[in-house]
């Protein structure tokens, strides 16, 4: 043994398993002839580096197979300089297209195997050039369907699925470059050629891996199977050899595990197993727990975050010209001084994360830049120099995966002194399970945790019209009645999940005070519904009779005006749950004047969190964006107008493609917010004086982190206990009687509201500021000017008081009864543009309360 040889022994991390069980790696000794041919060339068999430098050894909870090889430059197992871990791959990738040529090399097309070697195969085909790359993956895309699959026999998790976008992808005659990390028995290649061959025969096939180690019989086997199939089959990795394991290392290997996992029993949420020594938190933290800090990528719209659907040269070309400007997100993130930095890419998510470490590296943005990512496959740590895997953390899979929940790991994170951490996830996996589970864990490990979320990308799906569509990953069909609300199927799709079984009423004062005083947002709770008195509901009867007319020639202008402006056949979606009702009054008015049946949809907007951007992705898949017309109730001074454009440019941004029309269309326009509407003045509608009842027994819309995930529709419920009290259908079929009377009034209108000046105001945005200053609100947000936010602060919120103009008639009954039952002042005065306005308790607590428990009292 040369002293080189005994360096190596000393710090091999193979070392602890050797000498446990007996196995033992061997390097070849072939003659240079037959190490030309198995490795493409006689140089490259020459350079090949001795198998201790490329590859550890590790014991795995696996039943197929005791041992696991670690590779050092794969970027998996072992945090690794981006730079080495990519030049490995792409040095491969050069080797494929020096023996290919540059003929064949273009026609060309990479496959990875997930989940370690998707990385890997990105960079091969970075290194072969304009190469199409695609990796297998088990992330399922219900609707796509597969251009192929096969079991990978040894591993943890066996079935590959092959989802391409472009279906043509794999049918080409071009040689395939096959990408795993190793090759033991060869069976994984076998049963990905056996499969793709029989669907697509081609006459070349080259195999890439980091390490061959298959054994003579193996190879053999591999060598008749191509002369069967009657293509040729080459085979390029960077160091070949063999794995000597002796009789009964499988059983010896099992009950090694379970001796060391018993005594391995984690503390803590934070502590690492096989690292007893190294479980405190990160550097210079005194003790506390990491803060984890969420960075912003700018990740170009749509662009792949990986080859699971297909990752181009077009593709790649895009994200060379992203990098810089994604990595100097980063790097200002990180600071002047970060130490040192592992960016954490997760499970089959590599490429995008490496490609982010490796232009950190490059720009000299930290002391020193680590590369690793988690993995699903179990693996016994030990905390020795001889053993490839010192520790390991444990955290449950966060994002849904199809096969069910389990344990996923990241190892040699914990105690190697890592200053930040970037976690590096895709937008499927960016779930409140991430943060409980691999971030909360990350946080007693270093210093600092960055989170960069990238895009999970959707593949194009035919809708059989003959327009590609975004298809959303996981996102269910539209909720219709009656098994979610009371409206017929046809009238309305709502874009929700049903969250009936959720417990999230609570009193209105205690929303209030928790709303107010930071602690809460009011999507987060729902206020107990409204039980109205008999008193109000003939109340509402009266308004609905008195007011039908004019809220028909209402919805008749609105969609005459729609219809000749916006599209001649818009797709409507109402904002639940205020829009809904006159969403499907619009789409009956289309149907009764027009004879167009108009899709309807209900989506949620929430103040200060925006829209549902999960909505949005099902409405662009299934529908032209610019034929999507959003539709409201009435305005009052404008917040939801500004919130949707606001909501609609950031998703643009971030999405791409088509862009939703963000001017929104109301039944009345009080405010003077919007320049589509049925007329501006400030009525009852009746819809206004009741909850779920008048809005097909649907709550209002729910966003809570841990009922709603980044791959959910928000929530709402649907009272089916109040279907005795509901009007919600009576409501629409009232005015929609009353079509034919204002049909003549209705015409007139909307021509001149097509040559009027129509232009917003936004004359109810001033009142609202002046009455805020007026009367000490000193916020905006507690004024909520017009007859129908007056009326929702009156069976929602906590009233202070009531602003009436003077004067008003019966448009306010409701409103003093509702005010009555209440205990709350109404307080007539001059100059209002509005009828009314309701003025939200300023400095609310519980003790503001009266002491019947509803009145509060006046100041």
Known sequence: ?????????????????????????????????????????????????????????????????????????????????PEVVHAAGYGLGARVRELLGADAAARAVVLGYAETATGLGHCVADGLGAAPYLHSTRRPVPGLTPAGGFEESHSHATSHLLLPEDPELLSGTGPLVLVDDEFSTGNTVLNTIRDLHARHPRGHYVVVALVDMRSAADRARLAEFAAGLGARVDLIALAAGTVDLPEGV??????????????????????????????????????????????????????????????TPAHRARLEQALPAMAGRLAAALGDRPGRVLVLGNEELMYAPLRLARALEQAGTATEVRFSTTTRSPVLAVDDPGYAIRTRLVFPAHDDPADGPGDRYAYNVAGAGFDTVVAVVDSAGDTPALHTGLLERLRHHTGRVLLAVVPSYVPALSCGSGHEHQEPTMLPAPLRGPAFSSYPAEDVGWLLQDLSQAALEAPTEEREEAIQSGGAHYAESLPVEYQPSAAYQALYRSALDTSAARIAQAVGVVTETVLAERSPSPVLVSLARAGTPVGVLMRRWAHWRHGLDLPHYAVSIVRGRGIDTNALRWLAAHHDP???????????????????????????????????????????????????????????????????TVSGLISRTVLRADLVGPEDFHGAKFYRELAAADVSTAFVDTVAARFPEVADAVAERAKEMLVADRAPTWEGWAAVERISEEYGIHDVNLVKPGVGETTRVLLRRVPWKILAQRGAGADLDHVRLLAEQRGVPVEEVDGLPYTCVGLIHPRFTRGATGADGKAVAAK
Not at 640 to 666: C, K, N, S, W, Y
Not at 673 to 684: I, K, P
Request: aromatic share 4%.
């Open 1 to 81: 043994m040369t002293t080189k040889d005994r360096t190596i022994d000393t710090v091999w991390s193979g070392t602890w398993v050797a000498q446990r069980l007996g196995i033992r790696l061997r390097d070849p000794q072939p003659d240079p002839a037959e190490a030309a041919a198995a490795a493409g060339t006689a140089a490259a068999a020459s350079a090949q580096p001795p198998l201790r430098e490329l590859l550890g050894l590790a014991l795995r909870r696996n039943p197929k197979r005791a041992h696991l090889l670690v590779s050092q430059v794969l970027g998996k197992h072992v945090p690794q300089s």
């Open 250 to 311: 499988l059983d010896k290997g099992r009950a090694l595990v379970a001796e060391h996992e018993a005594d391995q029993a984690p503390a803590g949420p934070g502590a690492p197993a096989g690292a007893p020594g190294r479980q405190g938190p990160g550097p210079d933290r005194g003790g506390r727990p990491a803060p984890v800090e969420r960075v912003t990528l700018g990740w170009p719209a749509g662009l792949p975050d990986g080859g699971r659907h297909g990752f």
């Open 626 to 692: 610019a034929d999507v017309v959003f539709v409201d109730g009435w305005t009052g001074k404008g917040a939801i107008t500004r919130e949707l454009r606001t909501a609609l440019a950031a998703h643009q941004e971030a999405e791409g493609g088509p862009a939703f029309d963000p001017e929104i269309v109301v039944l009345a326009d009080p405010g003077g917010c919007v320049a589509t509407y049925g007329t501006r003045e400030d009525f009852l509608i009746p819809s206004a004086c009741l909850n779920s």
